[in-house]
Structure formats: C-alpha cells, structure tokens
C-alpha cells in the first residue's frame, strides 16, 4: 500500500462518496465559509446552537477526498457537544494533523478523527483536513452576533 493509500483509509474514503450531514441549514445561528486555495477546497459549515449545545451542523461544498471527509466527520463528532468540547475536540484535532499528539494515548476523545492522524505525514494537506475546522470556529463565533431573537 502506498503512503496515499493508508492515508485515504476506507473511513474516509466512505466519507468522501457519503457525506454525513451534506446540506445547508435555512435557521442556522452562524455559518462560514472555508477555503483551500493550496488545493482548491471550498465549503460553508452551519451551525444551530440550543444553548451551550450543538443542536444541528451541516456543510456543503466541494474539495479533495481529505477536505470533505473531515468536514463530514467533523460533523457527526461534535453534534450534541458543548461549545467547550467542540473547542477542546478542535484543539485535539489540530495536534494530531500536525504531529503533535499520540493518537493511541488520545484514542478515546478522538474517535473516528484518529483515522487524520496520517495527515501528519503531508504537510501540504493539513490545509485539507483543517479547513472545516477553522470554517466551524467562524460559524459558532459568527452565532454569537446574531440578534436575539426574543423581543
Ligand atoms: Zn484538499
């Protein structure tokens, strides 16, 4: 197997043709765009908060097998989460694409996202694998300046 093969695993190959959470969300309470243009991935990540709590996430755009597959993880990792373990899964995230983390001893937190860890291997595409990320933090800051909606 090539260094690019065990590094399109069959998760995120699946993800890649089976986007999880593929649309766009018309009552969202932030959303952001995320761009790549090293590689030319494109996305916009919606978010719906009830409270502290992710109640919804969605994305939508187009990209590499890398860029759609962790937006689509990313999603079904962080519904039902707080905004303090959304921030604390980004952060893990981020480590472990950049090499900087044990994937073994941070196994549980991470789930599904071990399977980026290869990504630290390529330099080039951290990008791919991030950019949802950084789009999602946009989305969930981007909610903080919406009107309230309560008179
Ligand atoms: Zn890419």
């Known amino acids: 197997m090539s260094d690019l093969a065990?590094?399109?695993?069959?998760?995120?190959?699946?993800?890649?043709?089976?986007?999880?959470n593929f649309r766009s969300l018309d009552e969202a309470d932030g959303?952001?765009?995320g761009y790549n243009p090293f590689c030319g991935d494109k996305i916009t990540v919606?978010?719906?908060?009830?409270?502290?709590?992710?109640?919804?996430?969605?994305?939508?755009?187009?990209?590499?097998?890398?860029?759609?597959?962790s937006a689509s993880l990313m999603t079904t990792a962080i519904k039902g989460k707080s905004r303090a373990e959304v921030e604390q899964l980004n952060s893990l995230?981020?480590?472990?694409?950049?090499?900087?983390?044990?994937p073994e001893a941070s196994r549980e937190a991470l789930g599904k996202l071990k399977v980026f860890s290869g990504v630290a291997e390529f330099p080039s595409r951290v990008k791919c694998a991030s950019?949802?990320?950084?789009?999602?933090?946009?989305a969930i800051k981007a909610s903080d300046?919406?009107?309230?909606?309560?008179?």
């Open 93 to 102: 995230f981020h480590q472990l694409v950049m090499g900087e983390l044990d």
């Open 6 to 20: 065990q590094l399109y695993q069959s998760v995120i190959l699946d993800h890649n043709r089976n986007p999880r």
């Open 46 to 69: 919606w978010v719906k908060l009830d409270g502290d709590q992710v109640a919804d996430v969605c994305f939508k755009g187009e990209g590499c097998a890398l860029s759609k597959a």
């Open 31 to 33: 959303q952001a765009d």
């Open 131 to 138: 950019m949802a990320w950084h789009a999602l933090q946009s």
């Open 145 to 151: 300046k919406q009107p309230d909606p309560q008179p």
